[in-house]
Structures are given as C-alpha cells and as structure tokens.
C-alpha cells in the first residue's frame, strides 16, 4: 500500500497570502495524484486530478504540480472560503489511499 | 448533474451490521463506478471499497476484507455499504463517492454511524 505524506500538518496564514502545500509519497504514483478540500461539516470536494489539473468549477489560484512521488498544492493568494482540511489522494496502486491532511487556518 | 443521497445516520450495538445506501441521480448509473470512504471524527479519509454496477464487481481494501460487502441495484440507482461486526472503532462518516478515472468528483453528504453499547 502507497503510503502519502502532506507537510506541513497545520499551515496558519492570513488572507491573500501564497499557501504550498506538500504531499510525498512513499513510492512514484506516476501523476496520478488528486487533492480535496473538506470545510468542516461537508464532504470533501475534488480540487486537482491527475497532479495538474483543475476539476470543473475550480478557480485559478489552486494549482497542482509535481510527479513521481513529490507534490505541491499551491493556492495563489487565500480567500476566506479556502480555510480548510486538503487531502492529497493516489490512484496508482490498489488502493487508493489519502495523505493525512494539512489544515489551513487564519492567522 | 450527479447527486449522490446517502441515508440517514445510525446507532449500532457492537458486534451487530450496519447497512448505508447511496441514491444516485444524473448521469448513466450503471456507468458509474462507485466507491465508499470512512472518516473517524477528527480523522483523515480512509477507501473501502467500490463498485461498478454494470458488471456487479466489487473490490475491497485488505483491510476490511470479510467485512464490508458493498451492492448496488441498477434498477433504483442505489449503491449500497453493509459493514459488519462493528466495533467502537468503526464509528465514523461513511461517504459514497462517484469514481471517474479514479478521482471521486461526486460525493454524498455522509452518513453517520456511531458504534455504542
């Protein structure tokens, strides 16, 4: 089983700021790497497949890069609305299995 | 537009099954593959298992093996997530999710099993 590790495990920043966010895995997953975002009370919400890729109605600031076992979640300047759990997901190997998260909280 | 419905939160005895369906709307069902993710309050995500309803397979996470059976009934659009000998352990929010290339774009809203004596 491919095991995903996200850093940091808490990132505190305040709005507008860049946040990276970082997710290695334990083995190459090729690109096939997805990140969700989980706001509390709600199931969480496909943000980035395929390492690179936006899913359908997600704004510019989140980007995705990175292969092989080394990946970045990168959120150009913080909204509000983007204080939350993200979750780093590989589809690789059987199965899939999710990094452990990284919150990001306000300063 | 897909939506996913789960059904409504459970309390079970240890020891005892629990069973959580999954309604789906929008989109072709038996297309679908679905599949089912835990989380235990305050923790990650965890993958079941899934099912593509076209062909009637389920695959399972070793670590649920001989416990979880997860169906579907093409005929009413519903997946469906049977655990048994539940524990303490096993109380968590169980989520169906729509699986497309391996990423899930569709989720239910979660379905609350707690495991109590």
């Known amino acids: 089983e491919i095991v995903l590790t996200q850093s940091p495990a808490t990132l505190s920043l305040s709005p507008g700021e860049r946040a990276t966010l970082s997710c290695r895995a334990s083995q190459s997953v090729s690109s096939y790497l997805a990140w969700y975002q989980q706001k509390p009370g709600q199931a969480p919400r496909l943000l980035i497949y395929?390492?690179?890729n936006r899913a359908t109605g997600i704004p510019a600031r989140f980007s995705g890069s990175g292969s092989g076992t080394d990946f970045t979640l990168t959120i150009s300047s913080l909204e509000p609305e983007d204080f939350a759990v993200y979750y780093c997901?590989?589809?690789?190997?059987?199965?899939?299995?999710f990094g452990p998260g990284t919150k990001v909280d306000i300063k | 537009q897909v939506q996913l419905v789960q059904s409504g939160a459970e309390v079970k005895k240890p020891g005892s099954s629990v069973k959580v369906s999954c309604k789906a709307s929008?989109?072709?069902?038996?297309?679908?593959?679905i599949s089912w993710v835990r989380q235990a309050p305050g923790q990650g995500l965890e993958w079941m298992g899934r099912i593509i309803p076209i062909l009637g397979i389920a695959n399972y996470a070793q670590k649920f093996q001989g416990r979880v059976t997860i169906t579907a009934d093409k005929s009413t659009s519903t997946a469906y997530m049977e655990l048994s000998s539940l524990r303490s352990e096993d109380t968590a929010v169980y989520y169906c999710?729509?699986?497309?290339?391996?990423?899930?774009?569709?989720w239910g809203q979660g379905t609350l099993v707690t495991v109590s004596s």
């Open positions: 999710a729509r699986v497309q290339d391996g990423d899930l774009d569709y």
């Open positions: 929008g989109g072709t069902f038996s297309s679908y593959t």
């Open positions: 997901q590989q589809r690789s190997n059987w199965p899939p299995t």
């Open positions: 395929d390492a690179s």
